[in-house]
């Protein structure tokens, strides 16, 4: 009877230590699994003069959502057109972005850069050749050249030849990349698209942010639609391969906030990509979270890594829509809230920004 009583006393210390190793690797695993990284900076760009109207005179406001660093300087998109002399796409140098008073903007007004409508990201090639922009896709095209439904680039050399990406089938090219995008998520009623990225490999990415019945009846999604492309002398080509390769559905496992994908961004100097998403509710919260990818865990499918600041998760306050990779440890985000009116701390004040204003902040990874 002893005998037994020691072997199942001995049978459950065990069990417990076992137990506590169990749960003790966990935390370890959990731990090397992080990314750490912290908002170091925030600040104010000016898009445009203040007092700026649209063409229809109403008030302009700065809803920047997309953006890119190349060669010291962040070229940006506004999701709102603007005429000339002025643009929805325009470029500031990068060391002026601390003097909002005294920032060097350039704005582009080739007429393929006025025509879209709502830009969401912007990203370039990886040979730092070419710069592609993307429009929501949103919104039924009642116009023949889909203004809303639409993939540009250029030449990081010449801001003033803009081109449409075509996509290429047998002989033919075909612009109807809303049909191809449509088919990879099963032809849903409404989609909208808010993130591009470029892989090694030539290979594009598009993130999928919404996806339902219309723009009042969707649910937020984290999906991402892949296609190769190809250069040749006159043009850059995709090739009819779209696919959708990822979708996240566990987010509310890390965070409780319903998030969708707001930009993606493959970060060179790390070989990883990064994943932006963004939350709005109808009582005026907004926020965002960031996470981190491998391509082994993209090919498999497997969750992102979310981002944490010390032992929690890295959350910006604002509403952030755009993302581009300024160097191995800094992340340049770019921030579009809407009409949401709230307050973000800078330089430890409590600013309210103005309609030409866009909030921006500076991520430093450990």
């Not at 470029?91 to 007429?111: G, V």
């Not at 770019?334 to 330089?347: C, Q, S």
Request: charged fraction near 25%; glycine fraction near 4%; hydrophobic fraction near 35%.
């Amino acid at each position: 009877m002893k005998v037994r009583l020691i072997f199942f006393s001995l049978l459950g210390f065990i069990s417990c230590v076992s137990q506590n190793q169990s749960e003790q690797q966990n935390l370890i695993d959990s731990e090397i699994n992080h990314v750490y990284a912290k908002i170091s900076k925030t600040g104010i760009i000016t898009c445009f003069p203040e007092g700026t109207q649209t063409a229809d005179h109403k008030v302009a406001h700065c809803e920047a959502s997309a953006v890119v660093f190349y060669d010291d300087k962040l070229v940006l998109g506004n999701d709102k057109p603007l005429l000339p002399p002025l643009s929805p796409v325009f470029s500031i140098d990068y060391k002026s972005i601390w003097n909002p008073n005294h920032q060097k903007i350039t704005y582009y007004t080739d007429y393929n850069f006025i025509q879209p409508q709502k830009f969401e990201d912007f990203t370039i090639s990886l040979d730092e050749k070419y710069i592609f922009a993307v429009t929501a896709f949103d919104r039924t095209p009642i116009e023949k050249n889909d203004a809303n439904g639409t993939l540009i680039y250029w030449s990081t050399k010449d801001f003033h030849n803009v081109k449409y990406v075509q996509i290429k089938k047998g002989e033919q090219a075909s612009n109807n990349i809303r049909k191809k995008l449509a088919q990879a998520l099963d032809n849903p009623e409404y989609f909208k698209i808010e993130g591009l990225a470029i892989l090694p490999k030539n290979k594009l990415l598009f993130g999928v942010r919404e996806q339902g019945h219309n723009y009042n009846n969707f649910k937020y999604t984290i999906k991402l639609i892949s296609v190769s492309y190809s250069e040749n002398k006159e043009s850059l080509i995709l090739n009819d391969d779209f696919k959708l390769i990822y979708n996240f559905e566990n987010a509310n496992q890390y965070i409780k906030e319903d998030v969708g994908l707001s930009s993606i961004e493959w970060d060179k100097f790390n070989n990883r990509l990064l994943l932006l998403t963004s939350f709005e509710s109808k009582g005026g919260s907004i926020g965002a979270y960031l996470w981190t990818l491998n391509l082994e865990d993209l090919n498999l499918g497997r969750d992102p890594t979310l981002v944490y600041n010390n032992e929690i998760p890295l959350k910006f306050n604002n509403k952030s829509e755009g993302m581009t990779v300024v160097n191995k440890k800094e992340l340049f985000i770019i921030n579009d809230d809407d009409r949401y009116v709230k307050p973000t701390e800078i330089n430890g004040k409590q600013y309210y920004k103005k309609a030409n204003e866009a909030i921006f902040n500076i991520v430093e990874f450990n």
